[in-house]
């Protein structure tokens, strides 16, 4: 029938045959790849599109930024996207902490930083039949 078990989300979803529960809280941060400390929105700046909360949020932090030139939907590929061209945008701090201690990346002080929340949504009638399942959801939760 195809039915999925276990997804991962930012927006929590319940109904009768499935729950959420947080999963963890990140924290959105501006990173820059070069070293440039500026807040400012301009054209060195990478939109990356973390979600519906994420673009009400950064709206109203910035109520005048005019559209980036390049978005990219995914953090993996924008870090990639930012160390390749020396330019900045918001990252997860789990994600851009690595780099920030290794110089690759510099967090960019006084800008806002945002929190996004990550929910695993679970189908409780296939998950309470895996012994392991509580088990690696506290270890994940715990990093």
């Not at 559209?67 to 330019?87: K, N």
């Not at 780099?99 to 510099?106: D, F, K, M, N, P």
């Not at 002080?109 to 399942?133: D, I, K």
């Amino acid at each position: 029938m195809g039915l999925i078990d276990i997804a991962f989300g930012y927006v929590p979803h319940s109904g009768e045959e499935y729950t959420s529960r947080l999963l963890l809280e990140d924290e959105l941060i501006l990173v820059s790849a070069s070293g440039d400390q500026s807040a400012a929105l301009d054209s060195a700046y990478l939109y990356v599109d973390h979600g519906d909360q994420f673009r009400r949020q950064h709206a109203e932090a910035f109520p005048e930024a005019r559209p980036s030139p390049v978005t990219i939907a995914a953090s993996d590929w924008a870090l990639e996207y930012l160390l390749r061209t020396d330019s900045k945008g918001y990252l997860p701090s789990r994600v851009a902490g690595p780099l920030i201690a290794s110089g690759r990346l510099h967090r960019v002080e006084g800008a806002p930083s945002f929190l996004r929340r990550v929910y695993l949504v679970e189908r409780a009638r296939a998950t309470q039949c895996w012994s392991w399942y509580e088990a690696a959801v506290a270890a994940s939760s715990a990093r």
